[in-house]
């Protein structure tokens, strides 16, 4: 047999062999990117020239995706910061909200005012009525339930806790996991056990609201204590964290203890 009939036999060979099916529900392979995440809204003042209000957003800019986590609770408190920061609503790609209350999701109308055609990851827990007002906008809702790929190398722990649902933003960096809540009703401590075992990956970086204001001493150290146990490298608390509770974290954590609130400015690589 010749050497062009040889050819011509593997090219069949190659049109009549099936493609192989991809699996149902896996997630593409992504690879680590550096992150830098701004914190545009919060009622913990940190840089100058911002307007502070109780709420939490940070925006997460991953060199492919830039995503709005939260809304804060005003919109034209969070327009107005994020122009000082230098950020046009037409440049994020995605807004993910972490749970139904008014201080995390308030500034959402008037930002797709001016970005309506973003995807929204919203809790599933939010209802048909929610993505229903907001894809008549031209917005593009996804609904999240359990654990999932979001975009790049962005996750969502899924809807955790009972009385409010709530899922959290993982990043997934060189360095580890950076993982963003907006009140951890569910509870800090489960979030970042649920982000550490859904990705195998230790945490670098917890941040954002953590809601141990009303703790007792005694319970906030076993919270303090249960995230060391974790491995918890680095935190950023604000929002409904409260005083005393950022003070312990930042005795308990020491140069690993990262300054965070409204203007804040985290690179994580």
Not at 52 to 62: C, E, N, Y
Not at 95 to 109: C, E, Q, R
Not at 121 to 140: C, D, H, I, M, Q
Not at 142 to 171: C, F, K, W
Request: proline share 6%.
């Amino acid at each position: 047999m010749t050497w062009k009939a040889l050819i011509w036999l593997a090219l069949l060979a190659l049109l009549l062999t099936p493609a192989l099916p991809v699996a149902l529900g896996a997630e593409p392979a992504q690879l680590d990117a550096a992150a830098r995440i701004t914190v545009v809204y919060d009622n913990v003042p940190h840089a100058p020239g911002l307007r502070t209000a109780w709420g939490f957003a940070a925006v997460v800019d991953t060199g492919e995706e830039r995503v709005l986590f939260d809304t804060g609770g005003d919109g034209e408190i969070l327009l107005h910061n994020l122009a000082r920061l230098g950020i046009t609503p037409a440049s994020i790609d995605a807004v993910m909200l972490s749970h139904s209350h008014g201080d995390h999701t308030g500034g959402l109308d008037a930002f797709l005012d001016r970005n309506p055609s973003v995807t929204v990851y919203v809790p599933e827990s939010f209802g048909a009525a929610f993505e229903r007002n907001l894809r008549r906008r031209g917005t593009k809702v996804e609904p999240v339930s359990g654990p999932r790929h979001l975009r790049a190398n962005l996750y969502s722990t899924g809807e955790m806790g009972d009385a409010t649902r709530e899922q959290a933003l993982i990043v997934q960096t060189p360095s580890g996991l950076v993982v963003l809540t907006g009140c951890a009703h569910p509870g800090v401590v489960e979030i970042a056990r649920a982000a550490q075992a859904y990705r195998g990956r230790d945490v670098r970086l917890l941040m954002g609201g953590f809601h141990l204001r009303n703790q007792r001493p005694r319970e906030l150290e076993r919270t303090l204590q249960a995230l060391r146990d974790l491995g918890v490298r680095q935190v950023a608390p604000s929002h409904c964290t409260g005083d005393q509770a950022i003070t312990h974290f930042r005795e308990h954590w020491g140069e690993h203890f990262v300054p965070s609130g409204c203007g804040a400015v985290i690179e994580v690589r």
